[in-house]
């Protein structure tokens, strides 16, 4: 092998070397561009399909609200019980409006302000909606 194999100052190497790293630059290039679109690609469709399943969870809400509100009367437990009933199927009827109308990062924003403001509770919530879910998969 000849001294001359790779030498800095031949400027055919050089030329050699600036072609290959502009080549590499550019396949770096086009991949970022690829994934970035691929990204927003998948950006988009979570974000649709959280939309349509945040729409379908505030109907459902509607529909149980107003069964709630229909069945109240013939409660057991009198008055008492027919204004709980009412007053949780209004609850119902907020949660499904607010959804309606908010999008995930309002959501997302709303949950760590209660976090925040309510951390032992939050947490003790969570375990137990964990728990009851937990139940109902193993049975």
Do not use: C, W
């Amino acid at each position: 092998m000849s001294r001359d194999a790779f030498n800095p100052s031949n400027s055919e190497n050089t030329s050699d070397l600036s072609d290959t790293i502009s080549d590499a630059k550019d396949r770096a290039s086009g991949l970022a561009s690829k994934l970035k679109d691929k990204a927003s690609q998948v950006t988009s469709t979570v974000s649709d399909t959280v939309g349509r399943q945040r729409d379908n969870v505030a109907g459902g809400l509607d529909r149980l609200a107003s069964t709630i509100h229909e069945k109240a009367g013939s409660l057991p437990g009198g008055q008492k019980a027919t204004n709980a009933a009412n007053n949780l199927a209004e609850g119902m009827e907020s949660t499904a409006s607010y959804l309606r109308e908010h999008d995930l990062k309002d959501l997302g924003d709303s949950m760590a302000g209660v976090y925040r403001k309510y951390p032992v509770q939050s947490l003790l919530s969570t375990v137990a909606i964990g728990f009851l879910v937990g139940r109902a998969l193993r049975k």
